[in-house]
């Protein structure tokens, strides 16, 4: 089958996105590839549709956890066998996906960077036949990068490993000193490389400084329609901002990694379906999201890069309709950004300190916790020794850095279940009502428990059977002891991995590459985004193609505030807008709604005046705007 054939089959598209063709072809080629595609590209068809074609198995490197596992659980559902490893699996799930990748029952095994460091894994994948290797998330091994993840530059062993296959290195964003670097890291030879333009062409870029940035959020979501996103980098300005939106009238929830699976999975699903149409979060949401048409995407504090920033607004205007990426600023913000850095990278004594509590905490002896991983419950950690979380996270980012422990605080996965008895063997089981009944409602649920685990929703199975969570846990255990399931509850706690032995502090090395390096490129990426927040002197888009290397072809975008300004202060008066708003009012007032390209066909040679009174009636709350549409709202 052809790729286009492929994709037809198990995805329903007829077609693919700009630049997937070309980096699949060089994939299947044998080539060295890196894929720069933005948020929304479309970046994992590139390597599951040639999966589907290689006569082997393909690997995929990913950090998250989540993301993994809602990839692999997307795959299952098109009929193609996955399966996933990181820390967080049992023995027997280890031992299960192993067994399948061995025996060439699956087509790709996605693996958490960590495990590669593992003897007893890399000894087992040694026995794969292995077609290529994907390397997602790619900026991550990169020192360079704003994400840098030392237990991605064990990817190049994998390389060695396999030294004959094709690698294909995956980012949304990296300038050309990340891309260098990560072909350097990764042993590419030769690579191709495809990048589609930085350039978001029906995103409009908009800086508004406000110190009441509350009034301002809620004027731009009046102001407009559609799905939006609003990003916050605390979890509970998360539920505050929520609340002061629903007060509003707008229907709004929020988002953040504190979150149960199953509180996670419910908004993020009632927002795809349209039931809230406005989601606070952390950046914790966003990663995998594919939904189309989120018109906006607001920042109501301002992240730490313009990486950071690109792919978060890149999440508004996917279906190519006009959409707002939206950052609001205050005056005490650039001092805010300042304090960051000493957050992000504090004394090398703190963090020592910090490495020597942490042994303490979870019970590490000197010399002992190699290739061991530990439940970890950070907010305990903290509290017990009067520790500062932010930069205490900090303090355990730099020490993973330095390779001495490896932290995540992405929460583990829902529970999971699998039957460990055939269906001959249900008969004779003794149960008590209950139980039965719970049992054979989880039949009927959740389909393929006999040959695989599976995620499932105690929540979910009480709400079914019409009983309490707790006695949908109790069948669970007791099923359990009875060997007829094995169930694996869901574990919300962060863990700590080590990958050497505990030291004492004082032989503890900070390189000057993981420390004073990266603090001082921090600090180069912080610069960055205050010159986008605060300067009026450059078209916003510009800033970021610059920023990304983009050299060719760079012009002012026309539709950012900077532009917008522009327009108005060389072409057009204050009194000419407000004439051709008042004009476009009275058409609206006749029809209530029409789109964009049908008003502008009535005025075909004023296109940038009609566009500034659209703007101007926006702004007044005359109109909504929905993508192409626009709604008369007096």
Not at 218 to 235: D, E, F, H, Q, W
Not at 264 to 271: F, I, L
Request: charged content about 25%; aromatic content about 10%.
């Amino acid at each position: 089958m052809t790729p286009v054939e492929i994709l037809r089959r198990y995805w329903g598209y007829d077609s693919f996105r700009p630049l997937q063709a070309e980096i699949i072809d060089s994939l299947l080629s044998g080539r060295d590839t890196i894929g720069l595609l933005p948020t929304g590209g479309g970046k994992s068809l590139t390597f599951q549709v040639p999966a589907m074609m290689f006569d082997g198995l393909t690997i995929v490197v990913s950090p998250l956890i989540s993301l993994m596992k809602d990839q692999v659980d997307n795959l299952y559902q098109r009929g193609i066998r996955a399966v996933y490893f990181h820390s967080g699996l049992t023995r027997r799930e280890s031992r299960l996906a192993l067994d399948r990748c061995r025996l060439e029952k699956v087509k790709l095994a996605y693996l958490s960077p960590e495990r590669l460091k593992q003897k007893n894994f890399t000894d087992e994948l040694r026995q794969w036949r292995v077609s290529a290797i994907v390397v997602d998330e790619a900026h991550c091994i990169s020192q360079w990068g704003y994400d840098f993840r030392p237990s991605y530059l064990a990817i190049k062993d994998l390389r060695e490993m396999f030294p004959d296959v094709p690698v294909l290195a995956l980012t949304a964003s990296a300038t050309p000193d990340v891309v260098a670097d990560i072909a350097d890291k990764l042993a590419l030879r030769s690579p191709q490389i495809f990048s589609k333009s930085f350039a978001r062409d029906n995103i409009s870029y908009i800086v508004r400084r406000d110190e009441h940035k509350e009034g301002r959020m809620l004027k731009v979501l009046a102001n407009t329609s559609g799905s939006s996103i609003v990003y916050v980098r605390s979890r509970r300005r998360c539920r505050e901002l929520s609340d002061t939106i629903r007060a509003a009238g707008i229907t709004s929830d929020f988002y953040h990694a504190g979150l149960s699976p199953e509180e996670k999975a419910d908004r993020q699903d009632r927002w795809k379906r349209g039931e809230i149409r406005v989601i606070v979060a952390t950046n914790a949401f966003g990663m995998g999201i594919d939904k189309h048409d989120v018109r906006v995407v607001i920042h109501y504090d301002l992240p730490s890069s313009l990486e950071e920033y690109y792919q978060e607004a890149g999440r508004a205007g996917r279906d190519g309709h006009p959409s707002f990426a939206v950052l609001l600023v205050a005056k005490s913000d650039k001092a805010l950004l300042t304090r960051r850095l000493g957050e992000a990278y504090p004394p090398k004594e703190y963090i020592l300190r910090v490495y020597e509590l942490l042994g303490n905490f979870l019970d590490v002896v000197v010399g002992g916790g190699y290739n061991h991983v530990y439940e970890c419950d950070f907010n305990r950690f903290c509290l017990l020794f009067k520790l500062q979380p932010a930069v205490t996270r900090s303090a355990l980012s730099i020490l993973s850095r330095a390779g001495y422990i490896e932290y995540s605080d992405e929460s583990l996965t829902m529970s999971r279940i699998m039957i460990l008895v055939d269906k001959s063997d249900f008969y004779g089981l003794e149960l008590d009502a209950t139980t039965e009944a719970i049992f054979q409602g989880i039949l009927r649920i959740y389909p393929g428990l006999f040959s695989d685990y599976v995620t499932i929703s105690e929540s979910r199975i009480a709400s079914t059977m019409g009983v309490s969570e707790l006695a949908v846990t109790t069948a669970l255990v007791t099923l359990s002891r009875m060997h007829v399931i094995h169930y694996i509850p869901r574990r919300m706690t962060p863990y700590v991995y080590y990958p050497t032995s505990r030291e004492l502090p004082r032989y503890l090395v900070i390189p000057k590459a993981v420390y004073e390096d990266q603090r001082q490129r921090f600090a180069a990426r912080l610069d960055a985004i205050k010159r986008f927040a605060f300067s009026d002197d450059c078209c916003r888009s510009r800033i970021l193609l610059e920023y990304f290397g983009q050299k060719d072809d760079i012009r002012d975008c026309g539709h950012c505030d900077i532009c917008r300004s522009r327009v108005v202060r060389n072409e057009y008066s204050d009194t000419e807008i407000d004439r051709f708003a008042k004009t476009i009012e009275t058409y609206l007032s006749a029809r209530h709604n029409m789109t964009v390209e049908e008003l502008m066909v009535l005025f075909p040679t004023a296109r940038k005046i009609v566009a500034e009174a659209l703007r101007k009636l926006a702004e007044d709350g005359i109109i909504s705007l929905d993508g192409n549409r626009i709604g008369y709202n007096c």
